[in-house]
């Protein structure tokens, strides 16, 4: 299983940037699908997910109104669309995924992992 998250790079704060996920080696049709970023020196943390029975995606709120979250099922790919960036989204953004519905914000009950990708916001 490999989950490879790209789109990332160097945006001057108040542009946009689409990172996306591309997902092989299972089926991902029944998984809820994430993304959490992690700043120098900071814990990683939630900002977006996909529940797979298509209940309304969540976000961290400080990123409401600013990011969308979306799917294509078919191919087991997703994507977050970031507007509106500022300096402080700059970080490593993971994609991930889970097998069930429950603790959608806690990093810690998610199965799957991608390798990250850097989105440096400059001011």
């Known amino acids: 299983v490999q989950l490879q998250a790209s789109g990332g790079g160097l945006v001057q704060a108040g542009g946009s940037l689409r990172l996306s996920c591309a997902a092989s080696g299972r089926t991902f049709s029944t998984y809820a699908m994430g993304w959490f970023r992690q700043a120098p020196g900071k814990e990683r943390e939630f900002v977006s997910v996909m529940p797979w029975r298509g209940d309304r995606p969540a976000y961290a709120n400080s990123v409401m109104g600013r990011f969308t979250i979306s799917r294509d099922s078919a191919k087991d790919t997703w994507f977050l669309q970031m507007n509106s960036l500022k300096p402080e989204d700059t970080a490593v953004y993971y994609c991930?995924?889970?097998?069930?519905?429950?603790?959608?914000?806690?990093?810690?009950?998610?199965?799957?992992w991608g390798q990250g990708t850097q989105v440096t916001v400059s001011s």
């Open positions: 991930a995924a889970k097998a069930n519905s429950a603790r959608l914000d806690n990093i810690l009950s998610y199965d799957y």
